[in-house]
């Protein structure tokens, strides 16, 4: 006969035991491990509004993170779409340290008029497992005052 006694820190330990048993036998992830880096990118769209055909709008931020606690991110490309274009890039000088951000300011300079929208008008492709990465860029060429 097995017998246990319990006490204050045998008793968290049996509980802890008892969790990851269970976990086992029903199939489920016993320890969340970090399994790589990944990219959070923040906004998911960029929407430069109206811009007169042929000026350039304002820049528009990106911020990139590392969510990863113990990999770093290095980014092979960073590429923006025709009518957009990359003002500054702070990402692809070097390796992204695990929780660290760095940031990529877009311009938009419509040649013509009307809608541009584009799923994957700024692309990350780096070593996350989830590379790549797209941005959706938008905006709208406008005729300008000829005052």
Do not use: W, Y
């Amino acid at each position: 006969m097995l017998r246990f006694r319990l006490t204050r820190s045998a008793g968290s330990f049996l509980v802890a035991l008892m969790a990851v048993a269970t976990a086992l036998v029903t199939g489920h992830a016993v320890v969340a491990a970090d399994v790589g880096a990944a990219l959070k990118l923040k906004p998911d769209k960029l929407d430069f509004g109206p811009v007169v055909a042929t000026a350039s709008s304002a820049p528009l931020t990106i911020t990139v993170t590392n969510k990863s606690r113990t990999d770093s991110i290095t980014f092979n490309s960073i590429v923006a779409t025709e009518t957009f274009s990359i003002q500054s890039d702070q990402c692809s000088n070097s390796p992204l340290a695990p929780g660290s951000s760095c940031k990529v300011e877009v311009v938009f300079h419509p040649l013509v008029t009307g809608t541009v929208n584009d799923q994957n008008g700024l692309t990350f492709t780096d070593s996350a497992p989830n590379s790549p990465q797209h941005i959706e860029l938008a905006g709208q060429g406008t005729v300008g005052s000829f005052f």
